[in-house]
Structures are given as structure tokens and as C-alpha cells.
Nanobody
């Protein structure tokens, strides 16, 4: 059974930090590109960041809205990806989803093979 399980979302004050985790199982993690996509109720999904399947010389990209504040990484030995989020802003409030796609690289808010259930991030004072 394919599973993507996100964790780490919570309420944080503006300027604070959070680290989201995504634990993957049931598919070939090492052959899959991984991404984070976020969504606010009533709005369409927004792509946040993607990382290629390669463990060496990984290609990573970020949406302009999070560039310089968020860092995406993957740990092959633990079948996990992480999203370190710093200097959080109220507009970062959303449900964050981990997504996987077979192949070297995939980006954008849709079209992935697998999705997690999401974790809520709320940035508010």
C-alpha cells in the first residue's frame, strides 16, 4: 500500500519556523521526484517546491513566494522528505501536501502519482 504521511504542521507566530516531514512507503522512493503543494480552502492548489529523484546532485526548485525562506531536502535511507520553513508569514497558512511522481523530476500543483493526507500550517499572532 502506498503511503505518504505528513507531519509537523502546527500554529506558529509570524517570523517563526517549522519543519514538515513526509514519510514515504509502498513505492520506489529512490526513483520518484517529490514535491510539496499547499492549498487554502476555497482556492486552487499552489506548488511550493520540488526535488528530483537523484540522490546525488539533486535538482531543487522553489516557488517565488517561498524562495529564500523554505528549504527542501530528502533522506534516501529513511524514505523521507523534509520542508524547513523559516520566517513564516500569515500568507503561508495552508494545508501542506506531500506528493510523489515516478521519474527524475516533476513540478507544478497537479499531476502527481501519489498524495499524502496533508498537514495544517497556521501562521498567526
Amino acid at each position: 500500500e502506498v503511503q505518504l504521511v505528513e507531519s509537523g504542521g502546527e500554529l506558529v507566530q509570524p517570523g517563526g519556523s517549522l519543519r514538515l516531514s513526509c514519510a514515504a512507503s509502498g513505492f520506489t522512493f529512490g526513483s520518484s521526484a517529490m514535491s510539496w503543494v499547499r492549498q487554502v480552502p476555497g482556492k486552487g492548489p499552489e506548488w511550493v517546491s520540488s526535488i528530483s529523484s537523484s540522490a546525488r546532485d539533486a535538482y531543487i526548485a522553489y516557488a517565488d513566494s517561498v524562495k529564500g525562506r523554505f528549504t527542501l531536502s530528502r533522506e534516501m535511507g529513511k524514505n523521507a522528505v523534509y520542508l524547513q520553513m523559516n520566517n513564516l508569514k500569515p500568507e503561508d497558512t495552508a494545508v501542506y501536501y506531500c506528493a510523489a511522481d515516478y521519474g527524475y523530476y516533476c513540478t507544478g500543483p497537479e499531476g502527481y502519482d501519489y498524495w499524502g493526507q496533508g498537514t495544517q500550517v497556521t501562521v498567526s499572532s
